[in-house]
Nanobody, 123 residues
Framework: VQLQASGGGLVQAGDSLRLSCAFSGRTFNSYVMGWFHQAPGKEREFVAAISRGGGRAVYADSLKGRFTISRDNAKNTVYLQMNSLKPEDTAVYYC?????????????????WGQGTQVTVSS
């Protein structure tokens, strides 16, 4: 499995960004997809995850209402729409794929990771 994240950049507080993650190598709709972020000096944290069919999503409590995860199984791509960005959202954002059951919020349950895309939000 290969995951290629893109869409990061430098934005101002209040702006929006949409991250994309292109999946290849296996059957995309066999995998739960997730987004995590890692700020400098901090551990990698769960952001959002979406079920194989796209009908269910789960979010970190602190991000609910601002971030939306979605997927297009025809395009083998998962997205993260980020609105009302804050400086504390600054981090490297990683997409990840999980095939087996288990908590969707634990990074150890994901077996495949993209390279990350930097999001920087200035105040």
């Amino acid at each position: 499995v290969q995951l290629q994240a893109s869409g990061g950049g430098l934005v101002q507080a209040g702006d929006s960004l949409r991250l994309s993650c292109a999946f290849s190598g296996r059957t995309f709709n066999s995998y739960v997809m997730g987004w995590f972020h890692q700020a400098p000096g901090k551990e990698r944290e769960f952001v959002a995850a979406i079920s194989r069919g796209g009908g269910r999503a789960v979010y970190a409590d602190s991000l609910k209402g601002r971030f939306t995860i979605s997927r297009d199984n025809a395009k083998n791509t998962v997205y993260l729409q980020m609105n009302s960005l804050k400086p504390e959202d600054t981090a490297v954002y990683y997409c990840a794929a999980k095939m087996y059951d288990g908590s969707t919020t634990l990074n150890n349950n994901y077996h495949h990771w993209g390279q990350g895309t930097q999001v920087t939000v200035s105040s």
